[in-house]
């Protein structure tokens, strides 16, 4: 019966090391998913307000993705204790992709979805639906983690420079910024989704530094 237990702990202790990479695979293959699905498939006062509150609610998303890459791994003792479970999984809601991004200087090429979720950002980039749309006049915000693996998700967007290329594609048109600005602002700076009613901007945001982020990394872009 030892042996029995100890053969199940050290079973659990190596699924418990493993499953940071299972949950990566798995992220990725949606991210996957949803370039597949791609491949075959007026901005008011009130609209500012909520793309604002979107803006400001993306500190909860970050420190979220960063608390959950830093909680710290269960012994196998821990691990095997049970725990309740839902009787009814809740089902699953379909990702659609409405455009895709492309940065060649950081070999980048991503999904973009409508709504900053911490769903939708696990394995995309998320339009803040509130901000302008793609290649109209005004600022368009695109969000996306700034995970540790290297090249995951926006993980080199520190790499971007003033004059690189950012290429946003939807099913209709296709559009190229270049971008004129890169900062770092403070996580209440909303100042970044400014706009004026000539320029077609693109504003890429995500968390600095990498590790315990306290700021926002802001790639500036227009065409």
Same mark, same amino acid.
């Given at each position: ?21 299972a949950?990566?695979w798995y ?27 979107q ?8 420190n979220e993705q960063?608390?959950a ?5 269960q012994s196998?003792t ?14 699953? &809601? =379909?990702?659609?992709?409405? $455009? %895709?991004?492309?940065?060649d ?5 991503l999904p @973009?979805?409508?709504? +900053?979720t &911490? =769903?939708?950002?696990k394995? $995309? %980039? ?10 109209k @006049?005004?600022n368009? +915000?695109?969000a ?7 090249g ?8 971007v420079? @003033?004059?690189d290329?950012?290429?946003v594609d939807?099913?209709d048109?296709s559009?190229?910024y270049?971008?004129?600005?890169v900062?770092?602002?403070?996580p ?7 706009y ?21 990394l ?6």
């Amino acid at each position: 019966m030892k042996r029995i237990l100890s053969y199940a702990l050290v079973i659990v202790g190596i699924l418990i090391l493993l499953y940071p990479k299972a949950n990566e695979w798995y992220e990725n293959r949606q991210q996957d998913k949803l370039m597949a699905t791609w491949d075959e498939a007026s901005f008011d006062v009130s609209a500012e307000q909520q793309a604002q509150q979107q803006y400001e609610q993306l500190t909860d998303l970050f420190n979220e993705q960063s608390a959950a890459t830093e909680t710290p791994i269960q012994s196998p003792t821990e691990a095997a204790t049970p725990e309740a479970t839902p009787t009814e999984a809740p089902k699953a &809601q =379909k990702i659609a992709p409405i $455009a %895709t991004i492309k940065i060649d200087k950081i070999k980048l090429k991503l999904p @973009v979805v409508e709504g +900053a979720t &911490q =769903k939708n950002m696990k394995s $995309a %980039t998320a339009h803040l639906k509130e901000t302008t749309a793609i290649g109209k @006049v005004g600022n368009t +915000a695109i969000a996306g983690h700034r995970m540790r693996s290297k090249g995951r998700l926006f993980n080199r967007l520190g790499e971007v420079e @003033v004059g690189d290329k950012i290429v946003v594609d939807t099913k209709d048109e296709s559009f190229t910024y270049t971008v004129y600005k890169v900062s770092i602002v403070d996580p209440t700076d909303v100042s970044v989704l400014n706009y004026n009613n000539k320029d077609k901007l693109l504003t890429l945001i995500t968390c600095d530094p990498i590790v315990n982020p306290t700021h926002r990394l802001i790639i500036h872009a227009k065409i």
